[in-house]
């Protein structure tokens, strides 16, 4: 076997065999690609209107469902799902799809239940709601640098990290090397033409990364053998190379094929994948500014939900895109991407943990045809750069207008234009940093490591605004230390975690069983219902909003025609008038989107109980 994995990993290393995308067909593509995506975003921009806020931040709210659902697609399917959710299906099986389809049901929740109350609120971010909702600075303040925080853990650092395992697959890099050239073309790539330029631009996005991934799919399954190969053939790949690992550790899990898993031993519990995931998915789908920026551009609620069921279907596509080609990259090429010996693994993708995380890049260098390949790398270097760009630009906005501005309340505007710039340096900075904690946490899988600082963060966030839609005693001390409470809960089991390390099969982590012991997601539950009971205990023992300051902020009285007090802090309010967005809806084309909506839960139902 030694002498078969040379070749393979001297792709891998700086100075190795030439890249596998050197030919001027890939090379081709790539550049041909970008200009059809310029081309696209400057034909949106002369049809936005990009003069008001209404005009950039929403697209005039006027976006059909199509490039609605396509945008929600989009925006979360980037080059970290390609490369985490590959290397988690190479690594343990098919069970991490659980994570989009939990999707196709929590979106139905975004368009029917959420999205109402944020049009009745008119509101253009989050932030903005709580702020309404409840009163006063401080949940703005604290959503506001909590915000920061999980951009880089989250976003930013794993959005460098897959990139650059693309960079570093398809053209040889260090990964290092890579993240900086990409952090570089980024500082070029600019995004002007506002939301609509971005939703445009997404839609041809969402049929190319879909046109490619069924390609690759294609040949990554002609390559195995069928589906029924991939089936058989996936139980049995286990390295050649063991060490001092045993073949139990080394080999694919005995459940590796079933999406439920055992309550107490399996590495993604069936309760916690349907209860857990489902108030963290709460907290993405239904208050990420991203993704509700996108339905609040919509021009009706009529559009807002056909796009959330539009999404709910293009949701389905990933385990069979993106899940089951990781797992036949183990497959053909078990040395390299299940490797356990952490010699082979450093020769192979420079991490000691595991290289699962090449199981996809894997595939596009080594079964596409030329032309391609480079179109695939084309796709997840746009999508990683518009994401990267949108990132860095909204938590400037967000730490220079939210946190200087309230520290220097008369900063001139070209010290505010000075910090924003100096603070989008230091967000990459602090990005770069992290970077080896995301390669070694969760043993290299890049998606569990998503979905674990996630469980940690998000579940305060969530409860706090599914009661402040749906309880109207709740008040903001409530909601404010609900959120204080559920972050000291989230860092206590987060610090120790990724101060002692996840550890592995073969070497278990040092993190006490007290703490570590609990699955994140049964985690996110528990933390999901102290920081409810924190604010709904500190809201009960304070006083109540006044009914007259709610209408339109709560679910319940989304269709009140009162006229609202605007709160401006504790005890203080003025009275304004309301333009009552219209959220009525034509019967009969409600009834067809219902219709819609009932056809896409029928069919995750079926998914869910035939791979359960």
Request: glycine share 10%; net charge positive; proline share 5%.
């Amino acid at each position: 076997m030694e002498s078969t994995r040379a070749p393979e990993t001297s792709s891998f290393i700086p100075g190795g065999a030439a890249a596998p995308i050197s030919n001027p067909a890939d090379i081709g593509v790539i550049v041909g690609y970008f200009v059809i995506v310029i081309a696209v975003g400057f034909w949106s921009m002369r049809r936005a209107n990009r003069g008001t806020v209404g005009g950039y931040f929403l697209a005039g709210r006027s976006m059909s469902w199509g490039p609605v659902g396509a945008s929600l697609f989009a925006s979360n399917i980037g080059s970290g799902h390609f490369v985490g959710l590959a290397g988690t299906g190479a690594a343990s099986g098919l069970a991490v799809a659980g994570f989009e389809w939990n999707a196709l049901f929590v979106v139905l929740l975004l368009g029917w239940l959420f999205v109402p109350v944020y049009l009745t609120a008119e509101v253009v971010t989050m932030p903005e709601y709580l702020k309404k909702r409840f009163g006063g600075q401080r949940i703005q303040l604290y959503l506001t640098l909590l915000s920061l925080a999980m951009y880089i853990f989250t976003k930013i650092s794993v959005d460098m990290f897959s990139g650059a395992v693309f960079i570093q697959v398809a053209l040889g890099w260090n990964i290092y090397v890579a993240v900086i050239a990409l952090l570089v073309i980024t500082t070029i790539y600019t995004v002007t033409g506002g939301l609509a330029a971005l939703m445009y631009t997404d839609t041809v996005q969402t049929f190319v990364i879909i046109g490619g991934a069924c390609v690759l799919a294609g040949y990554a399954f002609q390559a195995v053998g069928g589906y029924n190969s991939l089936m058989d053939r996936y139980m049995s790949a286990t390295p050649a190379l063991l060490g001092n690992v045993s073949v139990a550790c080394a080999s694919p899990r005995h459940d590796a094929l079933h999406l439920l898993r055992d309550a107490r031993t399996g590495d993604l519990p069936w309760p916690a994948l349907i209860i857990g995931l489902t108030i963290v998915s709460t907290w993405y789908w239904c208050s990420d500014q991203v993704i509700v920026q996108r339905c609040l551009a919509a021009r009706s609620l009529t559009h807002v939900k056909l796009g959330c069921v539009l999404c709910g279907y293009l949701k389905i596509l990933p385990m069979f895109l993106m899940v089951m080609p990781g797992m036949i990259s183990r497959v053909l090429y078990t040395e390299e991407v299940a490797c356990v010996e952490s010699s082979v693994c450093q020769a192979v993708c420079g991490a000691d943990v595991g290289c699962s995380n090449i199981a996809y890049p894997k595939l596009v260098v080594k079964l596409m045809p030329k032309g391609l390949r480079g179109l695939m790398l084309a796709v997840m270097l746009a999508a990683l750069m518009s994401s990267l760009a949108s990132i860095f630009n909204s938590s400037s906005t967000l730490f220079t207008m939210d946190v200087w501005r309230r520290l220097r309340p008369q900063a001139p505007e070209k010290e505010l234009l000075m910090v924003g710039r100096v603070w989008t340096v230091c967000l990459v900075a602090f990005s770069i940093a992290w970077i080896p904690v995301v390669q070694a946490a969760q043993g290299g899988q890049l998606f569990d490591y998503i979905q674990s600082v996630a469980s940690f963060l998000a579940p305060p966030i969530a409860a706090v605004f599914f009661l402040a839609l749906f309880v109207k005693r709740v008040n903001e001390p409530g909601a404010f230390w609900g959120l204080v409470g559920g972050l000291m809960l989230g860092l206590c089991r987060m610090v120790p975690e990724f101060a002692f390390g996840a550890g592995s099969c073969s070497a278990p982590g040092s993190c006490p069983a007290i703490i570590c012991g609990v699955h994140y997601l049964y985690f996110a539950i528990i933390l999901f219902l102290c920081s409810a009971a924190i604010v709904l205990g500190v809201s009960y023992c304070t006083p109540p909003i006044p009914e007259r300051q709610l209408h339109g902020l709560v679910f319940s009285l989304r269709h009140s025609k009162e006229p609202r007090e605007e709160t401006a802090g504790p005890g203080v309010h003025e009275k304004g008038p309301r333009s009552l967005p219209d959220i009525q809806e034509d019967p009969t084309s409600a009834r067809l989107v219902n219709l819609n909506a009932l056809l896409m839960m029928s069919c995750a139902i079926f998914l869910w109980a035939y791979y359960a």
